[in-house]
């Protein structure tokens, strides 16, 4: 005995005019959800609008310049803040362990624009090198290399343990420097002292 199979019902889609009213909504809608950049929110409203755009024969030219003003006017009023928003995810990858080096490339791969780039980078501060010895050290504790190891096994885990230093952006003299840490109270005295 065959089952009927039920045909599939699409639910049709309801077009709506985007209006800078309409594009407002959509972006306050996606703000209230997730974190965004400027950018990043041009291109959501754009892909969310393009298909009621065609619908109401309205140029991409002129939803394009809508996009931009509503984006505009979210920056004016805060609800966008990029440089902000750049310096606050940079502050969160040193925490977690993050090279210098890969906080650039992630906050380069977030589309900001190079002064946000620097200027959240210049907000962790001045001494760079410093900046990336806590972070490696906070790598080292979180994945327990070095010091964290059984002393007979340390040795041969080394060359492991630096290249996976290495994929992170530090340094080779920093990633000897967390390797090769005596006890796991030096990797505390680098995250935690006044270096």
């Given amino acids: 005995m065959t089952e009927e199979r039920k045909p599939d019902k699409k639910r049709a889609r309801n077009f709506v005019e985007p209006t800078k009213k309409w594009l407002r909504d959509q972006a306050l809608r996606y ?28 140029a991409r030219e002129t939803l394009k310049s809508d996009v931009d003003a509503v984006v505009a006017e979210l920056v ?3 609800f966008i803040n990029d440089a902000e928003f ?33 200027q959240a980078l210049d907000a962790l501060g001045e001494d760079r090198q410093g900046l990336d010895r806590r972070a490696a050290a906070r790598f ?7 010091p964290y190891k ?18 992170q952006g530090f340094s080779f ?13 030096d990797i505390e005295a680098i995250i935690y002292g006044d270096e």
């Fill in 140 to 146: 080292v504790k979180r994945r327990r290399f070095g």
């Fill in 31 to 58: 703000l209230n959800r997730f974190p965004a950049t400027s950018h990043k929110m041009a291109q959501h409203l754009l892909r969310k609008a393009e298909p009621h755009a065609e619908h109401f024969d309205i």
């Fill in 86 to 118: 750049a310096a606050s995810k940079a502050r969160l990858m040193a925490r977690q362990g993050r090279s210098v080096a890969q906080i650039g490339l992630k906050l380069q791969e977030m589309e900001f624009s190079d002064s946000d780039q620097v």
């Fill in 150 to 167: 059984p002393e007979k096994t340390r040795s041969e885990r080394r060359n492991r343990e630096l290249a996976s230093l290495a994929r």
């Fill in 173 to 185: 003299d920093v990633a000897t420097l967390v390797i090769d840490a005596e006890t796991v109270e």
């Fill in 76 to 78: 004016k009023v805060g």
